[in-house]
């Protein structure tokens, strides 16, 4: 292990923490000053915790660093499990007289059963029956909720991930070449608890919602079929029920290289900056959201309607619209044939 990993000057951006912790894959990186003194911890929890407070990426870890942060000499080591559990903490770094981390232990090197997220039940709707223009050919012989990603389809990745997290019952919302989704469904060796709701005219993506008025009595998810969240599906569904909104939307923090120079100037046209293929980071729509019964009224009736739309009436009507974010690495986009070739690779599985 290189410690450095896991190691953040205290004037790094949000942004790029997210990045570093996305690449160490342990939810946490601490914070140490100029001469490698720790001055506290930053979880993902509490980036997220940030972001939903102000919006604002280009906040430093000093603002939101930990600083009661538990940490043990070396003259201590052999008692880091036990303080983590008592602590119920993942991680303790190990410094010397100086607060310089000299190593860091992780619950997970003493083997410790794996932290199990609370399970829920939660009724889970998926988006199936647009025509997936952007994948085709492909999708002009298989409706895109069967494009296969390695040796399941991605419809099955997202029900699998739902699954685990305790939701059973599925509501597919279908149209363009349902019949091959309700056979492919019905014949499989897995069986699973799916109701298909036929959506007769292509209605946008917010339309088909509205078939379901009546339907559901609380909250439930809503999920297009091209995409997959790996995160903790129960803390999204907390969040939502104790924030009070109609609908939560999942979001990620996007990176993004501009393919250009970027021109800054004066009111009289005098350049006063140029930045060659600046990187851009912003918070973008997932695709997965948490909604309430009442949002499907809201749907025009009989009308193609966007479902990003409804939430913007809302927010104009007054409603509470929230945001749950999540890192990039979190977030998998099989919309277009690049990012569909990413995600097979990144679920270790080749068609």
């Known amino acids: 292990m290189n410690i450095n990993d896991y190691i953040i000057p205290e004037n790094m951006p949000l942004v790029e923490i997210m990045k570093r912790i996305d690449a160490n894959a342990k939810g946490i990186v601490y914070v140490c000053d100029s001469k490698g003194v720790l001055l506290g911890a930053v979880t993902d929890g509490d980036i997220r915790r940030s972001i939903i407070r102000n919006g604002r990426l280009d906040e430093k870890a000093s603002s939101v660093l930990n600083t009661n942060t538990i940490t043990l000499r070396k003259s201590e080591i052999n008692s880091a499990e036990a303080v983590m559990n008592e602590n119920v903490i993942r991680s303790v770094p190990i410094v010397d007289e100086n607060r310089r981390i000299i190593d860091i232990k992780f619950i997970d090197d003493y083997n410790a059963t794996p932290k199990t997220t609370k399970k829920i039940d939660v009724p889970v709707v998926i988006m199936a029956g647009g025509k997936g223009v952007r994948l085709q050919p492909y999708t002009n012989i298989l409706p ?41 469904f019905r014949d499989n060796e897995v069986k699973r608890d799916i109701e298909f709701i036929d959506e007769d005219e292509f209605r946008g993506t917010a339309g088909g919602l509205r078939l379901l008025i009546g339907k559901y009595r609380d909250s439930f998810f809503v999920s297009n079929c091209d995409i997959i969240i790996e995160g903790d599906y129960s803390d999204i569904y907390e969040y939502h029920k104790k924030s009070g909104s109609i609908a939560t939307v999942v979001c990620a923090v996007k990176n993004m290289t501009l393919p250009y120079g970027v021109i800054s100037t004066t009111e009289s046209g005098r350049i006063t900056d140029i930045k060659e293929k600046p990187d851009i980071s912003s918070i973008v729509n997932t695709g997965l959201y948490v909604l309430e019964p009442e949002f499907l009224e809201r749907i025009p009736d009989g009308e193609v309607s966007q479902i990003t739309d409804v939430f913007q009436n809302c927010i104009n009507d007054g409603l509470r619209v929230g945001m749950y974010p999540v890192s990039e690495d979190s977030w998998m986009d099989m919309g277009q044939f690049d990012e569909l070739k990413k995600m097979t690779e990144r679920l270790g599985e080749f068609t």
């Open 144 to 184: 895109k909720p069967l494009i296969p990603i390695g040796e399941k389809t991605i419809t099955e990745h997202i029900m699998d991930r739902f699954e685990n997290a305790g939701c059973r019952k599925f509501s597919m919302i279908v149209n363009y070449k349902k019949h091959f989704i309700k056979a492919y």
